[in-house]
């Protein structure tokens, strides 16, 4: 009963994996590529904080799309583990993966905190955050994330798994193991983004629910209710495909998977399903920010044809062209 069962996880997962994954990944690299080639083409986008915030997270995003559900689509789809047959791809892949999900999370947390500022109704907090503190910013966050991965560099080996029954990429330090569980995967990656997004993000919501209420510039405006739009639809996104992935895996390093009462092959499938429903993110927010570019755009041409049908042409020519230049 047990052999079946664990075949028919494996045939599922299989399945799963190809039909799934390779499309999963695929429009999940295309959306990145897309977003970054949208902030940096627009100059709109170009002198936002937020828009640079959100190109940096792209291209780690990218980094989790190689590292992590290329590597599952090539175990569970085609039997191809390198982790178990390579050291150097071992502690390769789990380093990277660690510094790009946690420099994503905190990208994410940064534009979210970013909109609220932009939004808010106090001057000196919409001037606090401007592109060079951006830069700093994201420096900084990537310096700190490559220097806190260096212990999965020396931990992470190739030795006897209970998970897997057989020679796999584990951690081989104790006291590291507590700290990846319980401070990394418990905290780091789950539960302090998920409070920071949620705080600023409800107060971001709230500050762009009172934007028709104020003399804010029509432009300005806009672009302000879009990236804020766009930060929100992550931040839920996240919240709610995350977390069963971040649940996931904190019961897979905190059972005793050697004890009879466990099925590791259960256990393994569903921390299997929630770590490909995890990838779904990268997939379902870029295409709503597909969305919201085509928006901005008609909103672009809707502003410019209201502009030249209800003023004189000719005598409004050079502030059209001043129009053009400020919201390319």
């Known amino acids: 009963m047990s052999t079946t069962a664990n075949t028919t996880y494996a045939f599922v997962s299989q399945k799963i994996a190809i039909y799934y994954g390779i499309p999963v990944f695929i429009s999940g690299v295309l959306g990145e590529i897309f977003n970054i080639i949208v902030f940096l083409s627009l100059r709109t986008f170009r002198q936002s904080s937020c828009a640079f915030i959100l190109t940096f997270m792209s291209f780690v995003n990218i980094g989790q799309l190689l590292t992590g559900l290329l590597s599952r689509i090539m175990i569970s789809g085609y039997n191809v583990d390198w982790t178990e047959t390579s050291l150097f791809y071992c502690k390769f892949r789990n380093y990277c993966l660690e510094i790009c999900a946690l420099t994503s999370y905190t990208c994410m947390c940064l534009a979210t905190i970013d909109q609220y500022m932009a939004t808010s109704f106090h001057l000196r907090w919409q001037q606090y955050f401007n592109i060079k503190k951006a830069h700093i910013l994201c420096t900084i966050a990537l310096i700190i994330w490559l220097l806190h991965g260096i212990p999965s560099l020396i931990w992470f080996n190739l030795s006897f798994s209970y998970q897997t029954g057989g020679i796999s990429c584990v951690i081989t330090n104790p006291g ?17 983004p998920m ?3 949620i705080i600023f993000g409800s107060m971001a919501y709230w500050n762009v629910r009172q934007i028709p209420y104020r003399t804010v510039p029509l432009v ?13 639809v992550q931040v839920v996104c996240k919240i709610l495909i995350v977390l069963p992935y971040i649940i996931g895996l904190f019961l897979i390093y905190t059972l005793n998977l050697s004890s009879p009462s466990v099925n590791v092959a259960q256990l393994n499938f569903t921390n299997f399903i929630t770590g490909m429903i995890y990838y779904l993110y990268f997939a379902v927010s870029k295409n709503y920010f597909d969305f919201l570019y085509l928006k901005i755009c008609l909103f672009r041409v809707h502003f410019i044809f209201i502009f030249v ?7 409004n020519f050079f502030m059209l062209s001043l129009l053009f230049i400020v919201i390319k």
Request: proline share 0%.
């Open 195 to 197: 409070i920071i997004n």
């Open 176 to 192: 590291f193991q507590q700290y990846f569980t319980y401070v990394y995967v418990l905290i780091l990656a789950g539960l302090l």
């Open 220 to 232: 300005r405006r806009e672009l302000d209710k879009q990236l804020t739009t766009m930060v929100l």
């Open 309 to 315: 049908y209800q003023n004189d042409f000719v005598n």
